[in-house]
């Protein structure tokens, strides 16, 4: 197909376009869940349960899209009803397996381990698209993926090789591994989303079977372990991650991914320790060091290697 052909250069440069947006989603939904990372940890410190926290999240959340685009997704309910056999599957791995899965995580393991866990996601999610769909795994991805998890691990073990002596498998960490494998899934199983079903209509039905799929979670560890605190702190967590981490992250994230492609949703991903790092630097005061610069850079580099060729090829087919 000539390229002169102005159909083609139209079709060409709104490929692009997709992609390229589809790369500003992932990022700025890796900037709110490096939030809700911090925010996840410190529910330890309040003593609020992981089952209740993902609950109360998802129930706000899911309050907030259904008043916003609870009529678009009622107009789409026959292609919803069509499409049921992904979105129900895909709502309980994603709403309520890996939401309630990374929260038990980071209470039963340091920030720094749960982070260095996530840096094998673009690995799980290359592995499903191999193993899977046959997919081709280029020498360039593969550098990729080398640089990334380089640059993410060298600011999670903050520059101290050493470190990494110490970080035996604990029950934290086993957690932590099953929350990664489902956020590969995740982002896998998100290019089959039904094409005609409206991103924000898909968001307001998943929330709804997440808070059904969690409930009988929630309230067996409310009978057994603890109920949720209500108190000022649980109640600014709790909005803190429906507004910031599940209606606008969640939706970057899908959105974004059904744009770019799993696997490369997948590098993406290593942005998370970047963000988790900046953002303690930020708000917590932690100073600025060599290895937040230079692994922030090896990370953006692998981004750029695995997805720069993908980007300028889109529209070639």
């Given at each position: ?99 309630a899965v990374f929260y038990v995580a980071l209470q ?210």
């Amino acid at each position: 197909m000539s390229t002169s052909d102005p159909t083609a250069a139209g079709a060409d440069a709104a490929a692009r376009k997709r992609i390229l947006t589809g790369y500003l989603l992932l990022t700025l939904a890796l900037l709110m869940w490096a939030g809700n990372a911090v925010v996840g940890r410190s529910t330890a410190d309040a003593n609020i349960p992981p089952m209740a926290f993902t609950f109360w999240r998802w129930a706000t959340a899911f309050a907030i899209f259904a008043v916003l685009f609870g009529p678009r997704a009622w107009r789409q309910r026959q292609e919803i009803l069509a499409g049921w056999r992904f979105i129900i599957p895909f709502a309980v791995l994603s709403i309520a397996g890996f939401n309630a899965v990374f929260y038990v995580a980071l209470q039963k393991s340091t920030a720094l381990q749960v982070s260095l866990i996530q840096s094998i996601l673009p690995v799980l999610v290359l592995l499903l698209g191999l193993t899977i769909l046959r997919q081709r795994i280029s020498g360039r991805q593969w550098w990729g993926v080398v640089f990334s998890i380089a640059g993410a691990a060298l600011i999670v073990v903050r520059g101290d090789l050493d470190i990494l002596r110490t970080l035996a498998l604990g029950e934290g960490d086993i957690w932590a591994l099953v929350a990664v494998f489902l956020w590969a899934w995740q982002a896998f199983l998100m290019r089959w989303k039904p094409q005609n079903i409206d991103i924000m209509a898909f968001m307001t039905v998943i929330s709804f079977i997440g808070v059904v799929a969690i409930t009988p979670f929630y309230l067996w560890e409310t009978a057994t372990v603890a109920p949720m605190p209500v108190t000022r702190t649980s109640i600014l967590y709790v909005l803190y991650v429906a507004v910031m981490a599940s209606f606008i992250g969640t939706t970057c994230w899908n959105e974004g991914t059904f744009r770019a492609g799993g696997a490369q949703a997948g590098y993406f991903g290593n942005l998370f320790p970047v963000f988790a790092g900046a953002l303690a630097i930020l708000i917590l005061g932690e100073e600025l060091r060599w290895y937040h610069v230079a692994g922030a850079a090896s990370v953006l580099a692998g981004i750029w290697l695995a997805t720069a060729q993908h980007a300028r090829q889109a529209g070639k087919g």
